[in-house]
């Protein structure tokens, strides 16, 4: 069966990075992409970034850009999220999900929250 | 970017209610349009896609509509179990912006 699964909780404080993973199985990784959308407490879902594991096209929102990569590891079918320069508004929960233009499977989330 | 507005932002319904949630794009969009139901802490749940196409396994209750700038999407007889948020996404261009969602309350 399809899954995605996340790292685990995160605890940073401001300024810093953090790396999110999103490990897939039970499927042909090359065949979909991978998005990636957060949470804030209480608000609704936003859109982060995109990419083709195929062809390592990537789009980022905007406002990620100069602080959001995203990388991927074929060999373990394992999309990565780093987020730098971390601020208390980027306190949220992280989602992968599998699909370009519509999301069918989910990552579990995992909860980023920056503090000082 | 392309602005995804639902209405409305909450609605109060009953079991057997029939209910339709509005979401209006920015621009044309054609029918990129997905809708996405979310319990609380759980991860959202894709229903609708291309606007009306319903995907494998989400009960025949649900369906999508609209082209252009206009979707919806209707709940014909609402069951104890989707009472949740609900959410359009656009995939016309990148980004991909979701509408602000729609909680849907006893």
């Known amino acids: 069966q399809v899954q995605l699964v996340q790292s685990g909780a995160e605890v940073k404080k401001p300024g810093a990075s953090v790396k999110v993973s999103c490990r897939a199985s039970?499927?042909?990784?090359?065949?979909?992409?991978i998005t990636w959308v957060r949470q804030a407490p209480g608000q609704g879902l936003e859109w982060m970034a995109w990419?083709?594991?195929?062809?390592?096209?990537?789009n980022y929102e905007e406002k990620f850009e100069g602080r959001l990569t995203l990388t991927t590891d074929t060999s373990t079918s394992t999309v990565f999220l780093d987020l730098r320069n971390l601020r208390s508004d980027d306190t949220a929960m992280y989602y992968c999900?599998?699909?370009?233009?519509?999301?069918?499977?989910w990552g579990q989330g995992t909860l980023v929250t920056v503090s000082s | 970017d392309i602005q995804m507005t639902q209405s409305p932002s909450s609605v109060s319904a009953s079991v057997g209610d029939r209910v339709t949630i509005t979401c209006r794009a920015s621009?044309?969009?054609?029918?990129?349009v997905a809708w996405y139901q979310q319990k609380p802490g759980k991860a959202p749940n894709l229903l609708i896609f291309?606007?009306?196409s319903l995907q494998t396994g989400v009960p025949s209750r649900f369906s999508g509509s609209g082209s252009g700038t206009n979707f919806t999407l209707t709940i014909s007889s609402l069951q104890p179990e989707d009472f949740a948020t609900y959410y359009c996404?656009?995939?016309?261009?990148?980004?991909?912006?979701f509408g602000q969602g729609t909680k849907l309350e006893i």
């Open positions: 999900a599998r699909g370009t233009a519509e999301y069918d499977y």
């Open positions: 039970g499927y042909t990784f090359t065949t979909y992409g």
């Open positions: 990419v083709s594991v195929s062809s390592e096209n990537i």
């Open positions: 621009q044309d969009i054609s029918n990129w």
């Open positions: 291309s606007a009306s």
């Open positions: 996404q656009q995939a016309n261009s990148f980004p991909y912006t």
